[in-house]
């Protein structure tokens, strides 16, 4: 059984434990495990060239941990509860049992199709059971996951498919999203043009919508595993072998392959999932993420069912067939625990609490907010409406490549502050530094969020470029881990998310490079430069604010007709989810003297705070600041 903290003198003492005593203190975790071969050191680490080990020489399969481990105790157990999109198409509930046969049986489809232990596979599918399964096939066998969100766009699925040299890609023919169908397989089609080594494509009929299958590499999932046994013995693996890349935008354009291993990564999920929700054996458990996420993968996946958690996996989203879906899908399948993001309530909480008070929400018992900062308003509505005043919100502070939560409250047991993520977990040692990297002691500070000791669940590597992890997150503050992000530490000593301070954005939940949209952004024709930052949006957080300079050619095209194409372009680079939400042709972008693109003064204007611009005196050009603020050409997407 993993160790519980269940009171506040329990948490504080856990973690004075883990701090005095980090080793002890995550052996003592570890022993929950079942091992092949038990660890021979604990730690071994170094921030400054990064190379950190956990349980250094243990042998383990991560799936022996969720399903022969516990089988015999709940076996019967429901392990996912699926629901579809449509709610009046029947959904799918695996026991533990059922869910380990279809494991075993896609690992050993997987060994048939020639996966090895190391090799890559990206499974780039809908929020179905058989992404799960796909996952956790992978994991029996040792090989290394790459889950791309399947709403990225056939370039970027390339790109990720390219960097982490996958030779096997796992897809649908569609997905069902609200009242739409969307094709997937033609997405892959059209990635793979550009992705040579990939030689076969396992296609599970999800929609029956047509696709073209080459003879050759494609072959259906239903004909895949026809005939083929439930059982398969799990790899042995080494505590340090890499168990899935999940590619992440940094302020550089490429995204990054944020690599996890074994053992840690499994220490850490379970023991966070266990007690950040206090979750018990009879509870089930809904987060709404998606599995194309770390919070999917933490926290949909691995964390809950190391723990033997009921799962409800929702294929769909909040608005459909009605507003009410959320809560309908609580009072149908009785959830207990209830996981979202910020944006998902306040887009809700424009329907008022009608459609919550249609449904019987008493079930509940623990809600949580991930992705992105929660506002007072939706952390009160949250708390009020959905939790009626009776459930714990655990506000989860963490990132794709801490692997799992890393500030939270923990539920019932952490004293919550609205928009606060409270406290660090047991083991988990912040640090807070100004922009030179000088520590902020005490009460009352706000600087820029660093850890300074290792912890299980960290990235150990981006693929296949260490020098670029290294760069992108210890070079910073050296010695220490710098997450991005911009942190406050009010006088009762609780930690409040201000947001990223990097030139990252953070989109409805969805982390963005701002470089990242300017390279899709530049990729049109007719555009010589841009320039993106956010913008505070009511829904979605931050929204993305593009400046673009156009060609001279531009004058003779109708300028509706350039903002369509230039959203077309971002959608066809990235996904939908990077399309800008306003646009502004601008005949030049404020420059330093150097060149660089002043993005402060860009960032203010965004924000309708033209009069505090700061220091403009270095500016190339004064007059393209007045330009801009100017504004004529500011047009909105609809
Ligand atoms: O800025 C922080 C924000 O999301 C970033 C991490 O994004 P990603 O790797 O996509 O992982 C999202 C899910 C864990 C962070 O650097 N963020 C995440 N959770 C919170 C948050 N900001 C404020 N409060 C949170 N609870």
Request: charged share 20%.
């Amino acid at each position: 059984m993993i160790p519980k903290i269940n009171t506040l003198s329990g948490y504080l003492y856990e973690y004075q434990k883990s701090v005095t005593n980090p080793e002890a203190f995550w052996e003592n975790i570890a022993q929950s495990f079942y091992w092949r071969k038990k660890w021979d050191k604990v730690l071994e680490w170094d921030f400054v060239n990064l190379d950190v080990k956990w349980f250094v020489n243990g042998k383990l399969n991560i799936t022996e941990n969720i399903f022969e481990k516990n089988l015999f105790i709940f076996g019967d157990k429901p392990a996912i509860v699926w629901e579809p999109n449509n709610p009046s198409e029947p959904g799918v509930t695996l026991t533990y049992r059922q869910l380990y046969e279809k494991v075993c049986q896609f690992a050993n489809v997987l060994v048939q199709n020639g996966v090895k232990k190391g090799d890559r596979v990206c499974i780039y599918m809908p929020m179905v059971p058989e992404a799960a399964v796909a996952m956790l096939a992978c994991a029996r066998i040792g090989a290394v996951h790459s889950v791309v969100f399947a709403g990225f766009s056939a370039n970027s699925l390339a790109d990720r498919i390219n960097d982490a040299e996958v030779r096997v890609v796992l897809t649908s023919d569609g997905n069902f999203r609200g009242p739409k169908s969307i094709p997937v397989k033609a997405v892959v089609d059209e990635a793979l043009e550009s992705c040579p080594l990939v030689d076969r494509v396992i296609v599970l009929k999800r929609t029956s919508m047509a696709v073209t299958m080459k003879p050759g590499r494609d072959v259906w999932w239903h004909d895949a595993v026809r005939g083929v046994p439930a059982d398969n013995k799990a790899t042995e693996m080494d505590a340090e072998d890499n168990l899935f890349v999940l590619y992440t935008s940094g302020s550089t354009g490429k995204p990054k392959g944020v690599v996890h291993t074994t053992g840690g990564y499994m220490v850490y999920t379970a023991y966070t999932f266990a007690n950040v929700f206090q979750y018990d054996s009879d509870d089930v458990y809904f987060c709404t993420a998606d599995v194309g996420w770390v919070t999917g993968h933490s926290y949909i996946v691995y964390g809950p069912l190391l723990n033997g958690a009921t799962v409800v996996m929702f294929e769909g989203v909040p608005n459909y067939p009605g507003v009410d879906r959320f809560w309908d899908i609580i009072e149908k399948h009785k959830v207990t625990h209830f996981y979202t993001a910020p944006t998902a309530l306040r887009s809700l909480m424009g329907y008022g609490t009608e459609p919550i008070e249609r449904h019987d929400l008493r079930s509940l018992k623990v809600l949580g907010s991930v992705g992105e900062p929660i506002n007072e308003e939706a952390w009160q509505w949250y708390y009020t409406h959905v939790g009626k005043g009776n459930c714990p919100i655990v506000d989860t502070w963490w990132q794709t490549e801490t692997g799992g939560i890393m500030v939270s409250p923990i539920a019932g047991v952490t004293p919550t502050k609205p928009a606060y993520a409270t406290l660090p977990l047991p083991g988990v040692q912040l640090m807070i530094v100004d922009n030179e990297g000088n520590e902020l002691k005490g009460n009352n500070v706000e600087g820029n969020l660093c850890i300074k000791f290792p912890w299980p669940g960290m990235l150990r590597t981006t693929y296949g470029d260490h020098q670029r992890c290294i760069n992108t997150y210890f070079a910073t503050y050296k010695g220490l881990y710098f997450t991005g992000d911009g942190v406050k530490r009010d006088a009762d000593g609780y930690y409040r998310i201000l947001g990223r301070v990097d030139d990252v954005i953070n989109v409805s939940g969805h982390r963005l490079g701002t470089a990242e949209v300017e390279n899709a952004i530049n990729s049109h024709p007719l555009v010589l430069e841009s320039a993106v930052v956010g913008f505070p949006h009511d829904v979605k957080g931050q929204g993305i604010y593009a400046y673009v300079v156009l060609d001279a050619a531009s004058k003779t095209h109708d300028p509706e007709k350039i903002k369509d194409s230039l959203l077309a372009a971002v959608t066809k680079v990235i996904g939908p989810i990077a399309k800008p939400d306003k646009i502004q042709v601008v005949s030049g972008l404020p420059k330093t003297r150097s060149g660089k693109i002043m993005r402060r003064i860009l960032r203010k204007i965004a924000e309708g705070d033209a009069t505090s611009l700061g220091d403009t005196s270095t500016l190339l050009d004064p007059g393209v600041v007045q330009e801009i603020i100017g504004g004529a050409l500011v047009r909105v997407k609809a």
